[in-house]
């Protein structure tokens, strides 16, 4: 299994970012792909995640309203839309997957399979 996260970068507060993530090595649709992101100093958080099967969504309270979580089946790729960029939302962000039969958690401990991460800078 392996994912490969893209988009990341420098934006301005108020932009917007796609993060992307490619998935690989999943044979069937069981899974989840949840988005998590880690600040200097302190816990890696879920965002948001998807699961495969039925395409649900959950969402962070803190996530609630400017992230959108996506996917495009044909490229296995897994998307997350960041609106109205904040300085607090700078962070190394990973996606991530697990094997699931039961639908969606943002607990990052019960992931199994990680990407290596990408930087998200908001500053003027």
């Known amino acids: 299994v392996q994912l490969v996260e893209s988009g990341g970068g420098l934006v301005q507060p108020g932009g917007s970012l796609r993060l992307s993530c490619v998935v690989s090595g999943f044979t069937l649709d069981a899974y989840a792909v949840g988005w998590f992101r880690q600040a200097p100093g302190k816990e890696r958080e879920g965002v948001s995640c998807i699961w495969i099967r039925d395409s649900s969504t959950l969402y962070a309270d803190s996530a609630t309203g400017r992230f959108t979580i996506s996917r495009d089946s044909a490229k296995n790729t897994v998307f997350l839309q960041i609106d109205s960029l904040k300085p607090e939302d700078s962070a190394v962000y990973y996606c991530?997957?697990?094997?699931?039969?039961?639908?969606?958690?943002?607990?990052?401990?019960?992931?199994?399979?990680w990407g290596q991460g990408i930087q998200v800078t908001v500053s003027s």
């Open positions: 991530a997957a697990r094997w699931t039969a039961d639908g969606n958690t943002l607990n990052p401990r019960l992931y199994d399979y």
